[in-house]
């Protein structure tokens, strides 16, 4: 059974950079598609963006300025950068595996996420 | 975007009901339509995929319908376990969105 495992800092200085990773165990980071996703206090689900096994990437436009997902798979854990955070990117920042791939992005295995609070 | 709306936001009631879920989109997405299950602390859960496929290992009283713009997940027999909070989710075209939950709670 695949697990993930989200990693990081749980507070953040407005203007800084939010940095996140996720560590997949249990089975490879490669063929698939892996995804970030947040759920602000008291709010519904965003997705953030995902990158592909082969590197490729397709971000929210809403946050696509100020956000990079990048692959190691010499590591087998993959990474969220979001640059100039502000108090709107507090958040628990959940890591997804894409079934699916680019065609049909459906989520079958997530970390228990991680919260994320930007304040001075 | 799509625009995902579900209802009710919220949804009160006791073991062994029949509960209903509906999930709306903004536009046609065909049977591209998922459901998840969040429970506090815990990773959250697919249910169903493709408006009707249930996933593997989840029991078989959830089950999902609809095409095109209306949606619905439905639990034949609420039981304990089942006290969360679900959204749908279009795959029909990026940005992927979700709707903003449905919190079924103990009546």
């Known amino acids: 059974q695949v697990q993930l495992q989200e990693s990081g800092p749980g507070l953040v200085k407005p203007s800084e950079t939010l940095s996140l990773t996720c560590t997949v165990s249990?089975?490879?980071?490669?063929?698939?598609?892996w995804s970030w996703i947040r759920q602000p206090p008291g709010k519904g689900l965003e997705w953030i963006g995902y990158v592909s096994y082969g590197g490729s990437s397709n971000y929210n436009p809403s946050l696509k300025s100020r956000v990079t997902i990048s692959l190691d798979t010499s590591k087998n854990h993959f990474s969220l950068r979001l640059n100039s955070v502000t108090a709107a990117d507090t958040a628990v920042y959940y890591c997804?595996?894409?079934?699916?791939?680019?065609?049909?992005?459906?989520?079958?295995?997530w970390g228990q996420g991680t919260l994320v609070t930007v304040s001075s | 975007d799509i625009q995902m709306t579900q209802s009710p936001s919220s949804l009160a009631a006791s073991v062994g009901d029949r509960v209903t879920i509906t999930c709306r989109a903004s536009q046609s997405i065909s049977t591209y339509l998922n459901w998840y299950q969040l429970k506090p602390g815990k990773a959250p859960n697919l249910l169903i995929y493709a408006t009707s496929s249930l996933q593997n290992e989840v029991p078989s009283r959830f089950s999902g319908s609809g095409s095109g713009t209306d949606f619905t997940l439905t639990i034949s027999s609420l039981q304990p376990e089942d006290y969360a909070t679900y959204y749908c989710q279009q795959s029909y075209r990026t940005p992927l969105t979700f709707g903003q939950g449905t919190k079924l709670e103990i009546k």
């Open positions: 249990g089975g490879s980071i490669s063929n698939y598609y």
């Open positions: 997804a595996r894409d079934l699916g791939g680019a065609y049909n992005p459906v989520f079958d295995q």
